[in-house]
């Protein structure tokens, strides 16, 4: 975790050294998100027990998640 921390930082702060502090929550997020070697779970999941929900899952979430009971595009249209 550390090196991984360090790797991130290392990579902010070379753009931008003045803002690295901004961007740690970002770091953190994408650790949290990986897939870790030893258990095959993201830490995310085994600290809460669900998949991280990512921003691009969001609008995947609106066009693969229909229920039948609800219009359709055309119907509404």
């Given at each position: ?5 360090k790797?991130?930082?290392f990579?902010?702060?070379f753009t931008?050294?003045?803002n690295?502090?901004f961007?740690l ?6 650790y ?7 258990t095959?779970?993201?830490?995310f999941m085994v600290?809460?027990?669900?998949t ?7 609008g ?5 998640y229909?229920?039948?009971?609800e ?5 509404i249209?």
């Amino acid at each position: 975790m550390i090196k991984t921390l360090k790797t991130g930082l290392f990579v902010v702060s070379f753009t931008d050294l003045d803002n690295w502090d901004f961007q740690l929550p970002h770091i953190l997020f994408s650790y949290r998100c990986g897939v870790h070697v030893n258990t095959k779970f993201f830490p995310f999941m085994v600290l809460t027990g669900r998949t991280p929900r990512l921003t691009c899952d969001n609008g995947l979430f609106a066009f693969t998640y229909v229920e039948k009971d609800e219009l359709t595009l055309d119907e509404i249209t």
